[in-house]
């Protein structure tokens, strides 16, 4: 009957608005005024967006109600936990480090193109001449300049290089991985947030009917086994909201711990605008995206760069190697007593001759690493674009899931109302009440969770496709 009852409303409703030509507002439900097929036509983006501008309504409402008198905008935005966190981080800097270490080791190898400079002095007594065959008493400098090498520097620079791009790489994976960490952090803290409004909507509803159990009992208008079931449904509410509570308390300590300060409130208004904004807009652009912009298969592609010219540089090591020399010293001349100047410049030639197949073993693990370094690029790339392409089918599957989710949490309002109206005119009994009130709380926390388990999906996707952290240019 009171099903029926919401029903024929509902039709009246709808025929007022269509009667007076009103445009269809979005209020407490979705799309007051359309019917399910004019519904339906709307795309999802439309829709997708017209759900988070109802979620946004409802938390300002549910604020209000409690009291919360500071305005949404003092609140941290998803963008700003994730600039704040990357800013306090010790692996950023760890990573930049490490970056720090391959410049250098880089500037290293590109010093040795130039001509070496150094310095020389000996003094001692006794034959030191017969002794380890090098000159006592003399000072002097020496100049070196490697002229020709097969190209064994010149390989060495490149791996060198690609080295030093793979640890930048590994700065953007370190930023990605932060950013992931503390989005998730806060998602975890909204979705409690939004958990815990609706076990204080349930604990309040028992709180009611609890405190008036024994005057009811007293009047036989409640049975014993009812007056249990509203203490048992009561203290069920409880415990899930200080659940809840307690999953708020534990994400708001691990946001302060990020950020490094005092975490109190978030705005849930920031996530679905801030992850849209990093979305491509179909399947195809996304795993081009990832493909490009990925930080961890940048990492893997300059690897196999860096171990295709250390394998060069091995295969190179066992061919001659010519530069030129020079050096000026001064020698004591024990008989004269004076310092005698002499010079020497020349061509030095080395190569090695023989070392047990040390060159040959030294080459084979060079080209091993190389494969490896392959594999691995391959393995990666593979499984970046599986990734890619199951989070994008989740991503649009999910957004239907939510807005029936979001329908049915509606349908369940409507009808716990009604069955609490008619349980007040006595129509219907306490444990059919006791069972629309848990269904409908039960909805409220299936639509919660498919809300955020799109965030999720989204904000993977996101650093998949290596948007989710600002850069400027695609590498490869």
Not at 298 to 325: M, T, Y
Request: charged share 25%.
């Amino acid at each position: 009957m009171g099903a029926a009852f919401v029903l024929a409303s509902a039709m009246s409703f709808t025929a007022t608005l269509a009667m007076s030509r009103a445009e269809p507002t979005i209020k407490e439900s979705l799309y007051v005024g359309e019917t399910e097929q004019q519904t339906a036509a709307r795309s999802p983006s439309t829709v997708y967006q017209s759900l988070y501008e109802i979620s946004t309504n409802n938390t300002l409402r549910r604020a209000a109600e409690s009291g919360f008198r500071s305005s949404e905008y003092q609140c941290l935005t998803l963008e700003d936990v994730i600039a704040t966190a990357m800013t306090i981080d010790p692996r950023i800097e760890s990573a930049e480090a490490d970056h720090a270490v391959q410049q250098a080791e880089l500037r290293i190898l590109q010093s040795e193109r130039f001509p070496q400079l150094d310095g020389f002095s000996r003094a001692g007594l006794g034959d030191g001449v017969r002794a380890d065959n090098q000159f006592d008493n003399r000072v002097g400098v020496r100049i070196s300049q490697r002229l020709f090498g097969f190209g064994a520097g010149r390989f060495a620079r490149k791996s060198a290089t690609a080295e030093a791009e793979r640890a930048e790489f590994d700065i953007d994976v370190a930023k990605t991985s932060i950013a992931v960490e503390v989005s998730e952090a806060y998602f975890s803290f909204l979705r409690s947030k939004e958990r815990l409004d609706a076990a204080n909507e349930l604990e309040s509803f028992y709180q009611r009917d609890a405190e008036s159990v024994e005057r009811r009992l007293d009047k036989n208008l409640l049975t014993a086994s009812e007056a249990n079931s509203i203490h048992a449904e009561h203290a069920l509410a409880t415990a899930r909201k200080v659940r809840e509570e307690l999953n708020i308390a534990e994400q708001k300590e691990r946001l302060s711990s990020l950020l490094g300060e005092a975490f109190t409130c978030g705005n849930e208004g920031s996530v679905g605008s801030f992850l849209q904004s990093k979305l491509p807009d179909t399947m195809d652009a996304a795993v081009s995206t990832a493909t490009l912009m990925s930080p961890e298969l940048g990492a893997a592609r300059a690897d196999v760069r860096a171990q295709d010219a250390e394998s060069k540089r091995v295969a190179r090591a066992a061919l001659p190697q010519l530069s030129i020399g020079g050096s000026i010293a001064y020698d004591y001349d024990d008989i004269s007593g004076k310092f005698v100047r002499n010079e020497r410049i020349g061509l030095d030639v080395s190569a090695p001759l023989f070392q047990s197949g040390r060159n040959r073993f030294t080459d084979r693990a060079a080209k091993a690493r190389l494969n490896r370094a392959k594999a691995d690029l391959a393995q990666t790339e593979r499984a970046l674009r599986e990734h890619v392409a199951v989070s994008w089918t989740r991503t649009q599957y999910l957004k239907t899931v939510q807005i029936k989710q979001f329908q049915v949490r509606e349908s369940f309002s409507r009808l716990s109302n009604s069955i609490k109206q008619e349980y007040d005119m006595g129509a219907l009994t306490l444990s059919e009440l006791i069972d629309a009130k848990r269904d409908h709380h039960n909805a409220a926390l299936a639509e919660i969770d498919a809300r955020f388990e799109l965030y999720a999906q989204e904000l993977s996707l996101a650093a998949d496709t290596g948007q989710l952290i600002p850069k400027a240019t695609a590498r490869k």
